[in-house]
């Protein structure tokens, strides 16, 4: 069973820091993807960043630059560093996974496990 749970999440001031933590076993598996979405109120849920077992990661344009996935196998983590925030930032951010599985996808398709989310709220 894949059980992800988030955090870090909080309210930080446009231009600070922050770093997602997802706590993942299926960082045990020999091969995963691993993404990181958020959803703001009244928007889809979007694709940010994605990893996989190799360590290839993708980004979409929106956090290129600024965010930065990781993971690390020695303590079932999955991270999002992010960096130079702004409002447009605030979302609900959830990480996702699915075993077996190769390549960055970004598309909700792509997974089938999901973590409970976390707030981020970015004010100006």
């Known amino acids: 069973q894949v059980q992800l749970v988030e955090s870090g999440g909080g309210s930080v001031q446009s231009g600070g820091s922050l770093r997602l933590s997802c706590a993942a076993s299926?960082?045990?598996?020999?091969?995963?993807?691993m993404a990181w979405f958020r959803q703001a109120p009244g928007k889809e849920r979007e694709g940010i960043a994605a990893?996989?077992?190799?360590?290839?990661?993708s980004y979409s344009g929106s956090v290129k630059g600024r965010f930065t996935i990781s993971a690390d196998v020695a303590v079932l983590t999955l991270f999002l560093q992010m960096n130079s925030l702004n409002p447009e930032d605030t979302a609900m951010y959830y990480c996702?996974?699915?075993?077996?599985?190769?390549?960055?996808?970004?598309?909700?398709?792509?997974?089938?496990?999901w973590g409970q989310g976390t707030q981020v709220t970015v004010s100006s």
């Open positions: 996702a996974a699915q075993p077996y599985c190769w390549g960055t996808s970004r598309s909700q398709n792509g997974y089938n496990y």
């Open positions: 299926l960082l045990t598996y020999s091969s995963y993807c």
């Open positions: 990893i996989d077992s190799g360590g290839t990661t």
